[in-house]
T-cell receptor, first 110, second 113 residues
Framework: QQQVKQSPQSLIVQKGGIPIINCAYE??????FPWYQQFPGKGPALLIA?????SEKKEGRFTISFNKSAKQFSLHIMDSQPGDSATYFC?????????FGTGTRLKVLA | KAGVTQTPRYLIKTRGQQVTLSCSPI?????VSWYQQTPGQGLQFLFE???????NKGNFPGRFSGRQFSNSRSEMNVSTLELGDSALYLC????????????FGPGTRLTVT
């Protein structure tokens, strides 16, 4: 019940494409859902986050779609660029802790 | 505003030794969390501290411990190191007010030989 399942494990898209990364959770007590971007040798960087009372949030080229009834949320990257090539993690906030998905390695081809 | 800082950035230790890692949160942040990141297990929650109190703990053996000081700086300690403890140890801070955003430091890369 504490897991966050993330898919796909890896993703390759052409420049300008729209990669979509999906996450699913079980615990309805989770109250905050961030996405992080991590480059090799760096710590994860907060990209965008959403609360369960909102169905969609956009920040620049990044969009989160949230489906509370299905207990699923996803990250869309519009007009993807080679510089977006990184590992992306979804997460869910429980009681004084975050549960992370297993990560998606994204490669955007030039 | 300065970000989360962690020291040291790299560490090589031998099995059986102990190690202490340090984390300084973003100024004004009172919550500090620690995570272990490995290729096989991903990001695993170790523990969270707020105002010098541990509020939550992950499923790690007692060899892993931590503490937080009155200035919100935090340390984690791993005793009797094992080869499997080799990982990137990440610290994250948040204000723990109405805003939940958590920000990570660059991590400490621990290698146990």
């Amino acid at each position: 019940q504490q897991q966050v399942k993330q898919s796909p494990q890896s993703l390759i898209v052409q420049k300008g494409g729209i990669p979509i990364i999906n996450c699913a959770y079980e615990n309805t007590a989770f109250d905050y859902f961030p996405w992080y971007q991590q480059f090799p040798g760096k710590g994860p960087a907060l990209l965008i986050a959403i609360r369960p009372d909102v169905s969609e949030k956009k920040e620049g080229r990044f969009t989160i779609s949230f489906n509370k009834s299905a207990k699923q949320f996803s990250l869309h990257i519009m007009d993807s660029q080679p510089g977006d090539s990184a590992t992306y993690f979804c997460a869910a906030r429980g009681t004084y802790k975050y549960i992370f998905g297993t990560g998606t390695r994204l490669k955007v081809l030039a | 505003k300065a970000g989360v800082t962690q020291t040291p950035r790299y560490l090589i230790k031998t099995r059986g030794q102990q190690v202490t890692l340090s984390c300084s949160p973003i100024s004004g942040h009172r919550s500090v969390s620690w995570y272990q990141q490995t290729p096989g297990q991903g990001l695993q929650f170790l523990f969270e501290y707020f105002s010098e109190t541990q509020r939550n703990k992950g499923n790690f053996p007692g060899r892993f411990s931590g503490r937080q000081f009155s200035n919100s700086r935090s340390e984690m300690n791993v005793s009797t190191l094992e080869l499997g403890d080799s990982a990137l140890y990440l610290c994250a801070s948040s204000s723990d007010g109405a805003r939940y955003e958590q920000y990570f430091g660059p991590g400490t890369r621990l290698t146990v030989t």
